[in-house]
């Protein structure tokens, strides 16, 4: 096994392809709702546009942050040099390539799912008259399958990457991520509880005073004076002439 793939959010967003079906679904209900206000291939231009272009454009220039769960990501200055080797595979010209590719497989998905909609008219979630929320609905269930299958995609991307190919990856300067990925949500230091095998930083604990009982018992006999004994009486003996 390579040693990046101990990266839990690696996956948890692989998984996140498993809501692709999901969300098609949704958008064939949405493509059912009555009958076509627009020309046919306006409707379908409209509903890929809405669903590929913000993710496709996210994916190519400013990739999705994974070290997050829904609306909480994982600050990056707190972030392993592993994890930043990660970060770093998903800005090559292969990821770059391999989101084009599932664009216009989603496009054509699209398509299809238009020319059956129809037989879904009799489960259609809205009334015929209501043919624009249809749209709607439609557009946002291809948005989500957009964002699940290209962030998936380009995971599997990086898990197949050669360990010595990982090994040789810089880590990504830890002050530009902000302006490299899209980080949605509230940033906080930790979200997963750290696995066996894990390195985890400690902090320092503040230095302490050390109590002047320690320093006599971990002082050599010799260094510490013994006064003069006193008489009986509680006075100190005086020299007699």
Known sequence: MRSFWSDPFLWIHLSGAAALPIFLGLCLLGLAVGSPMLPVWLEVFLVAVAGIAPV????????????????????????TPSQQQ????????????????????????????YRFAPLAAGVAPFPPSWRWAGLLLAASAFLASNLFLQVSASVMAVLLTAESEFAATKPHVLEKIRQDFTIAGWQVDRLLPAFAGEKTVTPRAPTESIPPAEI????????IVNPEPADTNGATSLPQK
């Open 56 to 79: 496709l454009w996210m994916q190519l220039f400013r990739p999705f942050y994974i070290f997050s769960i829904l609306v909480v990501a994982v600050k990056p200055q707190n972030l």
């Open 86 to 113: 990660i970060l770093t595979r998903f800005k090559t010209k292969l990821n770059q390539g391999l989101a084009l590719f599932v664009a216009v497989l989603l496009a054509v998905i699209l398509w299809q799912i």
């Open 216 to 223: 006599i018992k971990n002082s050599s006999p010799s260094s």
